[in-house]
């Protein structure tokens, strides 16, 4: 009875999208400004779960090269804010959370007072443009809300978010020059030549529309907007920055500076002029499409019908606090749960929506089409969210990962190269990063039962996908095993990855009975044999004429047919056969020492010279856990009879590479992976292998946890004897019998029910 | 009975669809070649009437500006094409058709053979680029269909057209080097920057799709295009030739150069190469849209879902064929019907159709918009237009002028700046040449009987238009009742323009029965008084303190307060009172000597060298045919009791302003006026003033016409004793009863019948 009961009782308020009863709030546990500082690349700006629209302040705006040369400080600002920085150049209204480069930062907003400044001017002198010193004293940042006063020109400035639509609210002081700048040239990752086109239309006294076209890390993109303002403006103006002016034609015959309707140009910027009050408030909602400014016009219509800041605020809040209750956790201390719950609003923040309030979207083919009966997402980090961002939705929000399946199937129909993304982003594949882990996204939502779209056709996606020959290095690796290092740059890692991705798909098309596929794939995901050296037990490159390449270092990254990872830490890559890998790697014993090392060593500095997005604070020993190929690297133990070490390692990896502070984040969040990790691994247990059914079991750090399912069930998870100190799993019941493995399956918990971990501060040392 | 009859034998092949049955083929006598030498700007590629691809041969597309100076060889190729070069660049689907600027000369093809070369070289070195020599001689070209050997290729080529889609047939020498090259950069009024975004897709061996935007005479400007051939390529490329490469991002890792089927950039050029037999036959289909790839795409498949040439060449000039028979004449030679004929072939390319085929298309305000039960138009070159061809339409094209007023009501619905089109092409307004004389296309339509559209809210959008303070000096024009020359160019033109058009709004007001607009309007309409200067009996330059401007050349235009016509010509403008213009000249017999005198003067050298648009081939005296100010000057003197003179200056300049060759054009055809003037004065009528139901009589050059009028009626002309020199006028029977008046109304020609001029070899002098 009990057991029927408990899911009924809590998922009665959750299907009619009301809050669980009893539970506190738990938006005040969410810190955006977790990871803002150094390389968390998170932004404290308002956004809803999933939203279009990231409105949030920008710090600086850097140009990507200086001189021909690239600029390396632009990598502090792929979310455009950097916790240390003390001036804000405005607010924009698209932003990246926690990626390692970048692009968008589309519509920068400025309020400002005093003379007009159409430069945002230097950080290091706020007032020689329109930039402002802040101090994080006036400064409030919530799941949802931020507000901060801008110094120099003694505005409060207040941000909230609906899916598509930013909510502005500027206090202003008395002024007879007060401003609203729109500067339609900033933008993050920016360099000259960004700025395709640019194309503004001022419709009326409050409404302006328009759009941006860039070139950057997506080659063909626009953002068409429509923002209106609660005031009219007595007068506006625009400048056109381009250095040789474009054609002119004969509208030169116009005065285009002042008060003129239509902009147009490759580089502008827009002015709108105010009278205020003391403690006059003007408020601006600007709403974004892929589509057209039609569609950002019905998105600003449909979204806010009004001008109740308040009321937004409170809804867009409201969302994050029914996502949030979606796991209702007990810990000893309020930075667990910091930790915990920002970790919860990051990983609900990407993949991003896009399309409008209508289903109308931009495809990848730049034709517009329409989502039949699934939300369109965008925003696909997939290298980095295929480990466990995307089998967290599987278990939380599934119903929202059949849609980014879906998605991405969409993508794979508009695309004139036949494959699924592989990092993609506002209709544009950017081809960032290695891999083709579409597949294991769409093999873990099929092995897991989630296929709420066609598992056939996805399959054949995958097919296509991983069979591309020209798509790098592909062509090699199916003729020869492997991928050939002297053709091919990270020829291990894409090796390792294939192979693995192989697995996903013979697991998937064995589900659905593809004898002939299974066949195939499941031969391909052998192929990390292919890049083993048995003489130095590492992963090593390998040349076209089968030959190890000859300059070889362990430690390092670049040049060594890694991306991201060294040896020590991609020689771990094999998560479809824990078993074999170990065994190849010459056993359990000496595995563990391999690991051991990883986790022990101490590490040269020119190491970190060279090594991509991390510092020593992503680092233990030579573990990197600011980087993802790792991620699955401290739960291996299980496999070679030593779990109570994964369960140290993973305890003391939560300790140590998550605090609720700015620099909180010991390497970029990725578009949630980092947190996704974070919250299986708190929890106790984590998906070493998606497409497969099996989480590997840790040591959870919460005392307790209800997870809310969308079938209506609930799971709770216990800690029992729960301390810092007691990291050891003694005993594991599964509603109330004992689980004498180190795994748990997806089926498990999706039935509902609860799994007890008994823990103690020694381990339990005795073999599975 | 007759009367009853005849309308009806010959109306209802018509209303089926088919020809007139007793009629020659009456296409033989367009020669599209008219107009393309010197001035005319005419092309001689295929299209179909009012057809969105124009697909004609480019002979050069040169670059606007050298070192930053305007290039003033452009303006010969205003069209593409210059009948005196020898050599071919290549195919491209967009062309206006008489302009005096220029834009468009989109997707230029080319087909070659031998060692691929991706620039046209120049015309003296044919061989240093892709472009050929050819000639004449291996020249054909007809309404709907062109035919031209590329010399040094030996490859022919064979273009026809359909409404969206060209259609070419190449036929190659035997080669195992045979290319089609895409040139994406080509294009006429050319200029670097001009390109500001390309986007290519190989969707298969034998289908490409994409688009290109420009930032040209319209300023942003997005055509879309899907081409497909009929035999599969081998291989292509492409090549990017921006000169700073732009941002790659992970681009870079793929070969873009080859084979590789998603090209973007700024600037871009492709090529699709083939091995061919002798005499072997690559076609190939181009669609265009201005709405999506998409949209291009099922232009294609609709309109042509064949590989038949021939067949759509048929049709195509079916279509012709279906026009001309609107008009029949006998005419003493073959010469004046190849006039006549090629005046309606020229008359009915401008407008062209502005939308899909399933009525999508890209608006002013850059949304995509339907097209609800009419066609939607663009292409309005309106100062030109509305004189004469706009008035042609009301009368044989009756329902097509009215879907073009609906498209000029569906722009000012899009527009911005809530005006009507004063030069609008492709979803842009150029803002080229003065007037608002949409004003005057609106009312003539009303006036007419054929507002086949909202007539009050046409109204609402004149006015609107003609009270917009921010355009070109009407804010002063309602303070003052003039432009003032110190604050405004060409302020002499615009008062006398403006002041028509503000009658034309009064008679549509009068009609509507709107009378505040109508008295508003009237009165504005008497502005012409304020520019005319007694002292010297001409239009004059007025300043803002209400003094005459000193400095004043009444023969030159530039700086003189005029545009496209000195104070000679521009003094006659007053096309609303000619009566009352006479009597503010000082009467019948100086208004008479001041005509004569325009018609007869000698005029100097430097005259030629500061005038636009015309040479001495264009001029008559000082009166200036090939610029239209004057257009409707030899009819004035019907006001002033010298109809003969009238008769004798139409036929002398039907005689030297026309010839059926090349350089038979003494000026722009200007989308279709000088055309549509020719047929006018050569039946023997012509709208003085548009807006009014009257036109003035002339003297006919042709034997005899028969109109067929939509309504299902015809009205014949007759013109008997017709010669050379029998161009006076000696009776006019109007249905068998004496016509005693200088006009005729158009409800009287749309009522059926006949006219029948009784012609001599002296003038009848007598007063009306």
Known sequence: MKKVLLPLLFALPFLSGAQAPSAEKLIKYVKPIIGTQKMGHTYPGATVPFGMVQLSPDTDTLIYEINGKYNPDIYKYCAGYQYTDKTIVGFSHTHFSGTGHSDLGDFLVMPTTGVLQLNPGTADKP??????????????????????????????????????????????????????????????????????????????DTLITGYRQTNGWARTRTVYFAMTFSKPFYQYGSKNYSKKEVY???????????????????????????????????????????????GALKNLQTEIPHWNFD?????????????LNKIAIQADNVEDKQNFYTAMYHAFINPTTFMDVDGSYRGLDQNVHKAEKFTNYTTFSLWDTYRALHPFFNLIQPKRNADMVQSMLAHYDQSVHKMLPVWSHYANENWCMIGYHSVSVIADAVIKGNAGFDANKALDACVMTARHKG??????????????????????????????????????????????????????????????????????????????????????????????GNAWNYSLYVPQYPAEMIEMMGGKKRFVTHLDSLFSMELPDAFFAETEDITRDGIIGNYVHGNEPAHHVAYLYNWADQPWKTQERVRMILKKQYHPASDGLGGNDDCGQMSAWFIFSSLGFYPVAPGSEQYAIGSPSVKSAVLQLENGKTFSIEAQNQSDKNVYVQKILLNGQALNRLFINHSEIMAGGKITFVMGEKPVKKAR
């Open 248 to 294: 002119k034609g004969f509208w030169g015959r116009f005065d285009q500076g002042k008060n003129f309707p239509e902009m147009a140009g490759k580089h502008l910027k827009a002015y709108f002029d105010f009278k205020t009050e003391e403690g006059e408030k003007i408020k601006m909602k600007f709403a974004i499409s892929s589509v057209s400014t039609e």
């Open 471 to 564: 798509f790098d290095g592909i062509d090699a690796y199916m003729q020869m095993g492997y991928v050939p290092d002297d053709k091919n740059s990270s020829s291990v890692s894409k090796t390792l990855e294939y192979a693995y991705d192989d697995w996903c798909i013979a697991q998937m098309a064995k589900k659905l009975n593809r004898m002939e596929i299974y066949e195939e794939f499941i031969k391909r995901s052998q192929n990390y044999k292919n890049v083993y050296d048995a003489s130095i037990g590492f992963m090593r490159p390998k040349l076209s004429d089968g030959s190890f390449k000859k300059q070889f270092d362990v430690l390092q990254t670049h040049g060594q047919g890694f991306i991201e």
């Open 311 to 323: 009321k937004t605020r409170k809804e867009s809040q409201e969302l994050w606090e029914r996502e």
């Open 127 to 204: 007032e020689s443009g329109y930039r402002s010193a802040f101090s994080h004293e006036n400064e409030v940042s919530e799941a949802g809300y931020y507000k901060v006063k801008l110094d120099d020109h003694n505005i409060l400035a207040e941000l909230t978010a609906t899916n598509r639509v930013g909510f502005h609210q500027y206090t202003f002081p008395k002024s007879e020059q007060s401003h609203i700048i729109l500067d339609l040239m900033a933008g993050l990752y920016n360099y000259e030549n960004k700025d395709v086109w640019t194309f503004v239309r001022v419709e009326n």
